[in-house]
C-alpha cells in the first residue's frame, strides 16, 4: 500500500531533515521557557505580557507552534502507517488510518490558530 | 514482493533490548505530546489572557490534579526531548554502534530521569 501520499514531504529524506529541523527549534524554545521561569521566580503579570508583547517572542513562538504541527505529522505519520496496516487491521487499514490522520490535521490546524490567536491577542 | 510472507512482531514473545524499550516509549512519549500540547496552549492562553487570568492560574496549578498533569506532560517532553537529543547525535555518528547504542540509551534513560524528578520538585 502506497503511504507517501499522506506523509508531510512526500519525500522521507524530506521528511527526516523537517524532523530534526523542528526538533532544534523547539528543543530551543523549551530551553528559553523554562530557563526563563527559573530564572524569574515570583514573576508578576506584567513582566510576563511584556515578554510575550516583544516581536521576537512571538515570532519564536510561532516557529515552534509550526514545528509541533510538522514535527508531530511526521511522528504521527510513521506510527499510524506501522499499526494502521492490512496486516494488523485487516482490509479497512487505510479507510481507519484516512480518519485518523483528518482528526490529526483537524487538531494541528486547531492548535495552529489557537497559539496565534494567542500570542496575537495580547 | 510476497505481501502474506511470515511475520513475527508478537511483543509478548520478543525480548526486548534497552535500545528497543528507549525506542517505542519515544513513540509513545511523542502521541502522548500531541495531546499534552493542548495542556501547554492553555497554560499559556490563561497566563497571558489577563492579570486576573494570571493570578486564577497561580491559583489553580495549586491543585494536586493540576500539578499532577502539568507535571505528566513535562516529564513527557523531558523524555521525548532527551531521546531526541540521542538522535541528533547518532545522526552526528555518536554511538552508532551497538555498544554505543546500547550505553546511549542508558545513560539517555539516566538523564530523562532525574529531568523528571526535577520537574517534579519545579512543580510540587
Given amino acids: 500500500m502506497v503511504t507517501a501520499v499522506t506523509s508531510f514531504g512526500r519525500s522521507g529524506l524530506y521528511d527526516w531533515l523537517v524532523q530534526r529541523v523542528s526538533a532544534v527549534a523547539m528543543a530551543a524554545y523549551t530551553l528559553f521557557i523554562v530557563f526563563y521561569l527559573l530564572l524569574n521566580p515570583g514573576m508578576e503579570y506584567a513582566q510576563w505580557q511584556t515578554l510575550f508583547s516583544q516581536l521576537w517572542v512571538r515570532i519564536f513562538t510561532l516557529i515552534t507552534l509550526v514545528s509541533v504541527i510538522a514535527h508531530a505529522w511526521i511522528g504521527l505519520w510513521a506510527v499510524l502507517t506501522d499499526y494502521l496496516t492490512e496486516r494488523m487491521m485487516g482490509s479497512k487499514a487505510v ?19 489557537w497559539g496565534i490567536e494567542i500570542i496575537w491577542g495580547i | 514482493m510476497k505481501s502474506n510472507r511470515p511475520v513475527n512482531l508478537d511483543i509478548s514473545t520478543i525480548k526486548l ?4 524499550i528507549v525506542s517505542i516509549l519515544h513513540r509513545l512519549s511523542g502521541v502522548f505530546l500531541f495531546a499534552g500540547t493542548a495542556v501547554l496552549l492553555w497554560l499559556l492562553a490563561a497566563s497571558l489572557r489577563s492579570e486576573e487570568s494570571f493570578i486564577a492560574l497561580q491559583e489553580s496549578l495549586s491543585a494536586p490534579l493540576i500539578k499532577f498533569v502539568v507535571w505528566a506532560v513535562l516529564a513527557t517532553l523531558a523524555y521525548h526531548a532527551v531521546m531526541g537529543v540521542r538522535h541528533l547525535l547518532m545522526d552526528c555518528g555518536l554511538g552508532e554502534s551497538l555498544k554505543g547504542g546500547r550505553i546511549g540509551a542508558w545513560v539517555a534513560l539516566a538523564v530523562a530521569v532525574v529531568l523528571i524528578i526535577l520537574a517534579g520538585v519545579w512543580v510540587w
Avoid at chain 1, 483528518?102 to 487538531?107: D, E, G, H, R, S
Wanted: charged share 5%.
Fill in chain 1, 95 to 113: 479507510v481507519l488510518r484516512l480518519i485518523a490522520q483528518v482528526i490529526l490535521a483537524v487538531v494541528a490546524v486547531t492548535y495552529a490558530v
Fill in chain 2, 17 to 20: 533490548p534497552i535500545t528497543a
